[in-house]
């Protein structure tokens, strides 16, 4: 083997923890006899130490692990039941959501243009709410990546009254993602359809 | 929420080391965040279908570097650059280039690394892993997982000299 094919070989060689690969045997005899390759194999070996000590001073944030434990993980495996209700509000929620909207774009009729409110509360991500009673600020990630994926968006008032949040010819997901979990006033025309309360949104005030 | 105790303790295991990948891999503590997160989650809904426990490590970094190359898919912002084929001209580098540089630099200097010779450069450096469970973890063959990591250490070195070039001795 020369100096080369050896160097070539023992590019990969990280010390103790190849020993035992029959891969370097070879080469490890060569830099044994040869003091040239002896020395590159040194410095190699010093500079894989180096990089890998400075890769293993990164530390992670203080609170990841804590955030990893107490995140509220959906157990599909544990209960297919939750996964079936789930996908069942996703489905009547985004249908409710397009029906509501197709009504007010193509036909504009009077029933659905009520009376225009302020509402001041909390922005919610409807599909966890509903599903699960989530909400709140631990929830405000899940909500923010549901809203901006498009689920329903809604406001719970002060008073507790739930709104499903609309727009007047497109979804207001994109506007009110970043506002998941936090409290806003919404200007809107207040409506509703089927029993269920909904608010076209005019304007977005945030605290 | 109170946590599952066996969770509790696989997330202590082995978080820092999912989070040097995920950093080492993106370049950004954020998304580092957001892979390992995620590699956690998906441990906590389809973990037990692993039946070998001495697996879980390399199950847990396989899945990390799945959930990144998504990532890739989806925004296809993560830098690269291709690394040549040929490898003949082996670079030198002294540990003293090594020194003069912070973690940060280092990671920054992987980000220009062609993403599919990244990842094993990486478990490479990091974890003590055999290059056959480094295969293993990347779901791709040993020769290739070896012929990757050459070329991409001959790029580092590059990279790192231009980064830090080495100090001239003066007689």
């Known amino acids: 083997m020369t100096n080369d094919e050896a160097k070539q070989k023992l590019l990969l060689y990280r010390g103790a923890i190849d020993d035992a690969d029959p891969q370097f045997a070879e080469a ?72 509501a909207l197709k009504v007010l774009q193509r036909q504009n009729r009077p029933g659905a243009q009520g009376r225009e409110i302020l ?87 945030k605290f | 929420m109170s946590a599952d105790p066996e969770f509790e303790n696989l997330v202590k295991l082995y978080y820092r080391d999912l989070y040097r990948f995920g950093l080492s891999l993106t370049g950004s503590e954020a998304d580092a965040c957001d892979l390992t997160q995620e590699t956690f989650y998906i441990w906590a809904n389809k973990g037990h279908q692993l039946n070998n426990p001495t697996k879980i490590k390399a199950w847990l970094f396989t899945t990390l570097h799945r959930e990144f190359l998504q990532i890739c ?48 450069l990486v478990l490479y450096y990091m974890e003590d892993l055999p290059y056959k469970q480094i295969a293993e973890v990347l779901q791709i063959p040993l020769g290739t997982v070896q012929s990757r990591i050459a070329r991409a250490k001959v790029r580092l070195f590059q990279l790192l000299n231009e980064t830090a070039p080495p100090i001239k001795q003066t007689q």
């Open chain 1, 119 to 205: 509402v001041r509360g909390e922005v919610l991500d409807m599909t966890c709410y509903i599903a699960y009673n989530l909400s709140g600020p631990e929830h405000a990630q899940c909500a923010r990546d549901c809203i901006r994926n498009g689920l329903p968006v809604g406001i719970k008032g002060e008073n507790g009254k739930v709104y499903l949040l609309v727009g007047k010819t497109k979804p207001v997901n994109a506007e009110l993602a970043d506002y998941a979990a936090k409290i806003v006033t919404i200007k809107g025309k207040e409506s509703l359809r089927d029993g269920f309360a909904q608010l076209q949104v005019e304007e977005i005030r």
């Open chain 1, 28 to 99: 490890l005899a060569d830099a044994r006899r040869d003091p040239e390759l002896a020395e590159w194999l040194r410095q190699q070996n010093s500079a894989y130490n180096a990089i890998r000590a400075k890769l293993r001073e990164i530390e992670p944030p203080r609170d990841l692990a804590e955030t990893i434990i107490r995140r509220p993980a959906i157990p599909f495996h544990r209960d297919w039941t939750q996964l079936l209700k789930l996908a069942a509000v996703v489905i009547v929620s985004a249908s409710v959501t397009a029906v």
């Open chain 2, 73 to 120: 898919r989806r925004r296809e912002r993560f830098k690269h650059e291709p690394i040549d084929q040929a490898t003949e001209n082996l670079p030198e580098i002294s540990a003293d280039v090594v020194d003069r540089l912070d973690a940060q630099t280092i990671v920054n200097v992987l980000g220009k690394i062609d993403e599919a010779y990244r990842a094993p």
